[in-house]
């Protein structure tokens, strides 16, 4: 079964930081990876669609990073601006479920 | 090109009583997803539909059930409503099975009183 684990599962920081969130995942078994952003009450946004033969995926100020193998990806934002505070969700499509399997999150606070 | 769309956007039942929420999908898309997101929880999948066929069931009751039409809208219903079914229920569609991206819509507030 597949887990996702989310670190830090909260962060603020001051604008213009450049920031990395973590997902991990126990199942290395995966079609793709995706991340997420969710605004409070809203639907989900998507960021970026990392396919599990990419290493990298990159999206203006984002960047997301994938090691399979090691059930890891990484999402780094660069200089960031108060409009980026939401929640951010990683979820890897697993290649038995062909469903997305979220993490918790993290929650994201950029202060002006 | 219209996003995914749910309606209603909020709905408020009564304990007991049955909710139908729908989805409509990016044009091209064939499959839906629906999740369950429970305040303070993640996100829980609940169902997958594609090309018409239910293809996979998350760990919910079976009073959790739904439908995919032949224009590959969704329904999903929620027989004997509880007040632990308050949620915020988010539909998704994606071109074929899971190995393309996925777009969610915005939600529909479920709200059992």
């Known amino acids: 079964k597949q887990e996702v684990t989310q670190i830090p599962a909260a962060l603020s920081v001051p604008e213009g930081e450049n920031l990395v969130l973590n997902c991990s995942f126990t199942d290395s078994a995966i079609y793709n990876l995706q991340w997420f952003r969710q605004d409070p009450g809203k639907g989900l946004t998507s960021l970026l669609l990392?396919?599990?033969?990419?290493r990298e995926q990159t999206s203006g100020r984002l960047n997301a990073s994938l090691d399979k193998s090691s059930g890891r990806s990484t999402l780094y934002i660069a200089a960031s601006q108060p409009g980026d505070s939401a929640t951010y969700l990683c979820a890897p499509v697993g290649q038995s479920s062909y469903k997305l399997i979220f993490g918790s999150g993290t929650r994201l606070l950029v202060r002006p | 090109e219209a996003g995914v769309t749910q309606s209603p956007t909020h709905l408020i039942k009564t304990r007991g009583q049955q909710a139908t929420l729908r989805c409509s999908p990016i044009s091209g898309h064939t499959s839906v997803y629906w999740y369950q997101q429970a305040l303070g929880l993640g996100l829980q999948f609940l169902l997958w539909y594609d090309e018409g066929e239910e293809r996979n069931r998350g760990n919910f009751p079976p009073r959790f059930s739904g439908r995919q039409f032949p224009n590959y809208s969704s329904e999903l219903n929620v027989n004997a409503l509880e007040l632990e079914d308050s949620a915020l229920y988010l539909c998704?569609?994606?071109?074929?099975?899971?190995?393309?991206?996925?777009?969610f819509g915005q939600g529909t507030r479920l709200t059992v009183v």
């Open positions: 998704a569609s994606s071109v074929g099975q899971g190995y393309t991206e996925a777009f």
């Open positions: 990392i396919q599990s033969s990419q």
